[in-house]
């Protein structure tokens, strides 16, 4: 490639002029490819189809690649999980994956009858109409290669000074790519690692150690009961199997219904169900326990195939108070924690303990019990560690699974 060096196609260096100073401010990769192919055309390079992968850091997804076509309105975003970037044949044995291994060009004429169908996808281009194909690296500062690839459908293919000015804009583009992978990979990181509203705070300069705010919120506190004789017994796969279909299940419903899970703590998990200033808490609390319902009947529905294949079943307790938390950042200068701290969180987590002496699966305070909507059950005064004066300690009053 020959950098910015767009000599040898006026119309190139228009778009990677319109790239570097307005297509820059287009976020969405999908609007931003979707243009930056229509301009190409527009200065008479004939690409059909144009291709883009991009590797990302995430915990499911490996690269997003976006399929551009001349006659179909707007790009496609595809995905291709960690599996079929690092197993699949189709893969491995694409030009992409090679150019992403060697960050060498592959130009191959598809009109010359010499041209070699060294890759399975050929012989699909090419009876779809295309007569030139070229993949193009795109290569990072870090050092990591993306992909972008052109084909054409004119009879004649590309000509020289065509490649060099897609070259030109394919270099323009490792730039804006960069740029976009940045900041689409710290939120990913966000949400995987704080969760989703946690991280746009921290994002939106939430950082400095003791910033944070008061605010109210429905607090949920979930532990593993029997927990510590499973890790003491079990191989060290089995746990870990058994923590993530655990935490799956209630990140999953706490998450369905509009919470956001904070933190896991070993075998325990807090989740907040944040309240408005001056919102109601009926919902908020109702959303709650149906959150609870539905963990409680997907950890049911875990277990049977659990039971099926030999593996230990999975039994939790579950607390839900309601109170006003401290919602920010602690910790050391270097290394911070954004969280919810406050009397409201530990009379939480003393009242699961309540639950589990008490056998039952979920239990609530007399806080929550008065916003829900829902008739719960009181299983009197209790004393909480920590808590000067006994507490009232609500439940379901009808069991969604067996307590244990």
């Known amino acids: 490639m020959k950098g910015f060096d767009t000599e040898h196609h006026e ?5 990677v002029e319109w790239m570097m100073r307005d297509g820059r401010h287009l976020t ?33 997804v490996a690269a ?16 291709a999980t960690h599996a079929f970037f690092n197993g699949e044949p189709e893969f491995a044995g694409s030009p992409i994956a090679e150019v992403r291994r060697t960050g060498v060009m592959i130009r191959r004429r598809l009109i010359d009858p010499n041209c070699p169908m060294d890759y399975p996808v050929l012989p ?20 990591e290669i993306n992909c972008i690839t052109w084909l054409t459908d004119r009879a004649t293919g590309f000509t ?11 270099e323009a583009l490792t730039i804006i790519v960069e740029l976009q992978a940045t900041r689409r990979i710290a939120r990913h990181l966000m ?34 009961r029997g927990f510590t004789s499973l890790a003491d017994t ?7 199997s058994l923590l993530n279909d655990y935490f799956e299940t209630m990140v999953e419903v706490v998450t369905a219904e509009g919470g956001e899970a904070l933190k896991f703590m070993g075998d325990g998990m807090l989740a907040i169900f944040e309240l408005g200033a001056t919102e109601d808490p009926t919902s908020r609390c109702g959303a709650a326990l ?27 307790g579950l607390a839900l108070h309601m109170g006003e938390v401290s919602y920010g950042n602690i910790g050391a200068p270097t290394r911070l924690d954004f969280t919810v701290i406050g009397p409201a969180v530990n009379h939480a987590s003393r009242l699961e303990k309540i639950g589990h002496e008490l056998g039952r699966q979920v239990v609530t305070s007399a806080s929550f019990a008065e916003a829900a909507s829902e008739n719960l059950e009181s299983l009197g005064l209790h004393n909480l560690r920590g808590v000067a004066e006994p507490q009232q300690v609500f439940a379901p009053i009808v069991s969604w699974a067996a307590t244990d």
């Open 11 to 15: 119309g190139a260096a228009r778009v």
């Open 28 to 60: 969405h990769m999908r609007e931003f490819g979707d243009e930056m192919c229509r301009r190409i055309v527009a200065v008479d390079i004939p690409i059909w189809r144009a291709f883009c992968s991009v590797g990302t850091l995430h915990p499911q």
């Open 64 to 79: 997003a690649g976006y399929i551009w076509r001349r006659n179909t309105p707007g790009a496609v975003r595809v995905t």
């Open 124 to 143: 699909e281009f090419i009876a779809d109409g295309g007569t030139d194909y070229a993949a193009m690296p795109m290569i990072c500062s870090s050092g």
């Open 160 to 170: 020289e000074r065509e490649i060099a000015g897609l070259a030109s804009v394919a």
């Open 191 to 224: 949400d995987a690692y704080v969760g989703h509203r946690t991280g746009e705070r921290v994002l939106s300069g939430a950082i400095t150690r003791g910033s944070g705010e008061a605010i109210r919120a429905v607090i949920w506190f979930c532990d593993l």
């Open 234 to 240: 079990l191989p060290r796969d089995r746990v870990i």
């Open 290 to 316: 149906r959150a609870a319902r539905a963990a409680a009947e997907k950890i049911a529905a875990r277990n049977a195939l659990r039971r099926a294949t030999g593996e230990p079943e999975i039994h939790f």
